[in-house]
T-cell receptor
């Protein structure tokens, strides 16, 4: 497909489990972003990659959150020892430029931690 | 960091009515986008508009960067326009991330 693809679309985890969320950006897009959206709120920035380099991880809420993009395309957001407050929609977005420009979002991965 | 305020937070319209959504931001921006989040959660790009005016069908947007606001106009609203509208801005430097407002929830009744 031509858009940003995320998987799984839905994930239910028991508290304490580790989860991994995948993002396939639009082919050729240099920049990749992860956002977290709690119910009824706007998306909040988590982290940013330019190719394989993670240039900004200031939004990651704790050291249980880890993101990687080893080959500069697909990215994985990993959450260790999930907590109930991690329940949210995780959105991935990509952009074809390093700097400003239009950002395109995927459909998101909805995580529910029981 | 930059603050983004959207108004009104909620808006209820009858089908066919027009509306204006506002986005104020606290600093200079080099990126501004309007999104519509549909009931399935997908963020649909409406406009990439760091400055100037654009139109797309019944929707149009204007950003006055020097006065730090943007407006989204919806004319002849339809029930399918319902959802949450987000304004998001980016500032120069750093990762050029977008900072989102809290959104305007629009309900269009038949």
């Amino acid at each position: 497909g031509a858009g940003v693809s995320q998987s799984p679309r839905y994930k239910v985890a028991k508290r304490g489990q580790d989860v991994a969320l995948r993002c396939d950006p639009i082919s050729g897009h240099v920049s990749l972003f992860w956002y977290q959206q709690a119910l009824g709120q706007g998306p909040e920035f988590l982290t940013y990659f330019q190719n394989e380099a993670q240039l900004d991880k200031s939004g990651l809420p704790s050291d249980r959150f880890f993101a990687e993009r080893p080959e500069g395309s697909v990215s994985t957001l990993k959450i260790q020892r999930t907590q109930q407050e991690d329940s949210a929609v995780y959105l991935c977005a990509s952009r074809d430029t390093s700097y400003t420009g239009e950002l395109f979002f995927g459909e998101g991965s909805r995580l529910t931690v029981l | 960091g930059i603050q983004v305020e959207q108004s009104p937070p909620d808006l209820i319209l009858q089908e066919g009515a027009n509306s204006t959504l506002r986005c104020n931001f606290s600093d200079s921006v080099n990126n501004l986008q309007w999104f519509h989040q549909n009931p399935w959660g997908q963020l649909i790009n409406l406009f990439y508009i760091p400055s100037g005016t654009k139109q797309n069908g019944r929707l149009s947007a204007t950003t006055v960067a020097t006065e730090r606001y943007s407006l989204l106009y919806i004319s002849s609203s339809q029930t399918t326009d319902s959802g949450v509208y987000f304004c998001a801005v980016g500032t120069q430097g750093g990762s050029e991330k977008l900072v989102f407002g809290k959104g305007t929830k629009l309900t269009v009744n038949p």
